[in-house]
Nanobody, 123 residues
Framework: QVQLVESGGGLVQPGGSLRLSCTAS????????MGWYRQAPGKERELVAT?????????NYADSVKGRFTISRDNAKNTVYLQMSTLKLEDTAAYYC???????????????WGQGTQVTVSS
C-alpha cells in the first residue's frame, strides 16, 4: 500500500510564509512526478505546482502562485515540499499532495493523494 502524508499547514498572516511537506511511503518502485493542489470551500480543486522526479526536475506552476511559491523534492526521502511566501488571503485552502507512482515493475502507474492540510491566511 502507498500512503502520502502532508504536514506544515496552519494559520499565517498576509505576507507570511509556510512550508508544506509530503512524504510517500509503502510499496514504491518509482515515482514519476509529485505535485500540490488546493481547494477552497465551494470551489474546484486546482493545480498549484508539479515537479518531475527524474533528472532535471522540471516544474510547473499555476499563474496565481508564480514568483511566490517554490516546489522542490528530495527523491531519497520520497518527499515533496511547497515553500509558500508572500501569502495572500486568496491562498486560503486545503492543500493536497499527489504523486504518480508505480508500486512494482509489473504495475501500471497510479495517482495517489494525501489527506490534505489546511492553510489559512488571515489578519
Amino acid at each position: 500500500q502507498v500512503q502520502l502524508v502532508e504536514s506544515g499547514g496552519g494559520l499565517v498572516q498576509p505576507g507570511g510564509s509556510l512550508r508544506l511537506s509530503c512524504t510517500a511511503s509503502g510499496s514504491i518502485f518509482s515515482i514519476n512526478a509529485m505535485g500540490w493542489y488546493r481547494q477552497a470551500p465551494g470551489k474546484e480543486r486546482e493545480l498549484v505546482a508539479t515537479i518531475i522526479s527524474g533528472s532535471g526536475g522540471g516544474t510547473n506552476y499555476a499563474d496565481s502562485v508564480k514568483g511566490r511559491f517554490t516546489i522542490s523534492r528530495d527523491n531519497a526521502k520520497n518527499t515533496v515540499y511547497l515553500q509558500m511566501s508572500t501569502l495572500k488571503l486568496e491562498d486560503t485552502a486545503a492543500y493536497y499532495c499527489n504523486a504518480l507512482i508505480r508500486e512494482n515493475y509489473w504495475s501500471a502507474r497510479q495517482i495517489y493523494w494525501g489527506q490534505g492540510t489546511q492553510v489559512t491566511v488571515s489578519s
